[in-house]
């Protein structure tokens, strides 16, 4: 990256800090920070145009189903880049990369992705397990009212985007519906080799959860 992309991204960076500003749904800018960390990190020795890849990393949230009209936020990640003169083919790719990056249900063909959408696709997932997974899933679960768990109410597999969309389950259910189905669907093999130990620390935690749910322990 250039002196000058190196600029656009520094303030494409403090913008998109203040428009997450007060997320309480597990999107705050520090997710987006850790997405940026983690796809630089997967980015690395590549020949994956880091431009694109930071620009995407930094704006992939800003069009999501889930916090905005996805038509809103591609305007809005539009007008920035124009903003900052980027040239279209970039801009392009980068709208086509927060366009499709977002996980829509079980069985729902995924989008075709570029390499650089590869890769942050990778870093928002592995941002979704773990011990980060975990923390994000109760305050995106508190932050529409959901209960924690319910035994009642048992996980499904999504076959649609807008079934997937529909979905009010509680936290513990969207373990089953999608974050232990993440490990699988990594892109890059250095981030399949970090899903691993991500992964096991979930089971880890639902095992114990369960356990603790019958009062044993
Ligand atoms: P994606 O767009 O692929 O879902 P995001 O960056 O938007 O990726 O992150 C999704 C985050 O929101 C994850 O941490 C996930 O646990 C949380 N989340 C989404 N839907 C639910 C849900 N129904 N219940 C609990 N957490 C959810
Ligand atoms: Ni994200």
């Known amino acids: 990256m250039n002196i000058k992309e190196s600029g656009i991204i520094k303030r494409i960076a403090g913008k998109v800090k203040e428009?997450?500003?007060?997320?309480?749904?597990?999107?705050?800018?520090?997710h987006v920070y850790r997405v940026w960390r983690l796809s630089r990190q997967l980015a690395?020795?590549?020949?994956?145009?880091?431009?694109?890849v930071e620009l995407a990393a930094l704006m992939h949230d800003m069009a999501d189903h889930k916090l905005t009209i996805p038509e809103e936020g591609e305007k809005q990640i539009s007008a920035m880049l124009e903003k900052e003169e980027v040239a279209e083919g970039t801009a392009g790719e980068v709208l086509k990369i927060c366009r499709n990056v977002s996980f829509k249900g079980a069985d729902v063909d995924a989008s075709k992705l570029s390499y650089e959408g590869q890769i942050v696709q990778d870093a928002d997932r592995?941002?979704?397990?773990?011990a980060m997974g975990i923390a994000r899933a109760f305050a995106f679960g508190g932050s529409r009212h959901r209960p924690i768990y319910d035994p009642a109410i048992a996980p499904e597999r999504h076959t649609s985007f807008a079934d997937y969309k529909k979905s009010t389950a509680p936290a513990i259910n969207h373990f089953?519906?999608?974050?232990?189905?993440?490990?699988?669907?990594?892109n890059t093999g250095a981030a399949k080799r970090m899903a691993e130990q991500r992964h096991r620390f979930m089971e880890t935690f639902l095992e114990q959860f369960f356990r603790e749910w019958e009062g044993e322990r």
């Open 19 to 30: 428009h997450f500003q007060g997320e309480g749904s597990g999107h705050d800018w520090w």
């Open 126 to 130: 592995l941002d979704a397990i773990g």
């Open 44 to 52: 690395e020795g590549t020949g994956a145009d880091l431009f694109v």
């Open 176 to 186: 089953y519906e999608k974050l232990l189905l993440l490990k699988d669907r990594m």
